[in-house]
């Protein structure tokens, strides 16, 4: 499976004049969607379950060094299976700290607002044309720096941000292959 870098679709919400960002990027990758059924709730869901364990390591080690400068943080979640049974991804949902902002038939964002910067997740389906099976899914990451401790925070986390959304993008493409078609 080849995930590529993307641009930030041009349909995407977070698309918009109103809009100005510190960073964006995108990455994308192909599914078969051969019942033509995956949604932007399917999406949303398999956003929380495509990761490896290194990567809920990676936020759990975030969260106990931010916590000394008052950032926000995820609750310990020590059943994670019933949290997602609840997490229904609609607009006002929140899982972690990932609160869903906006969705759509072909994109949810998600993302928070803390008093550092703003980020925001697009997981995007961009259908090709006319075709209901082929399918690209484009993630994309946008960050707006409310200070220059935002700045600071960002430094040594946009190297690993490079490796984790290639990496949920690849898990979200297997689950979407194994468990709906």
């Known amino acids: 499976m080849r995930v590529t870098k993307s641009k930030l679709p041009e349909k995407s919400s977070l698309r918009s004049d109103d809009n100005v960002y510190d960073f964006v990027d995108s990455f994308q990758g192909d599914f078969i969607d051969k019942n033509g ?5 399917d999406i949303g869901m398999f956003f929380f379950t495509g990761g490896p364990k290194w990567i809920d390591k990676l936020f759990a ?9 008052g950032l926000k943080t995820s609750e310990k979640i020590l ?12 607009q006002g949902d929140q899982l972690g700290l ?3 902002y906006n969705k759509t038939g072909e994109e949810v964002v998600l993302g928070e607002d803390d008093k ?4 925001r ?3 995007f389906i961009d259908q090709q044309s006319n075709d209901t099976i082929n399918k690209k899914l484009i ?6 720096f409310n200070n220059w401790f935002g700045r600071l925070y960002f430094l040594p986390v946009r190297p690993f941000h490079k490796l984790i959304v290639p990496t ?3 898990g979200i493409i297997k689950n979407i292959e194994k468990q709906k078609n």
């Open 168 to 170: 949920i993008l690849k």
């Open 61 to 69: 080690l975030r969260n106990k060094l931010v916590v000394l400068f």
């Open 98 to 100: 990932f609160k869903v």
């Open 79 to 90: 059943d994670k299976q019933k949290l997602l049974n609840n997490f229904k991804c609609e």
């Open 116 to 119: 550092h910067l703003n980020f």
């Open 139 to 144: 993630i994309s990451t946008t960050v707006k």
């Open 121 to 123: 997740v697009s997981l």
């Open 37 to 41: 059924n995956i949604n932007s709730t």
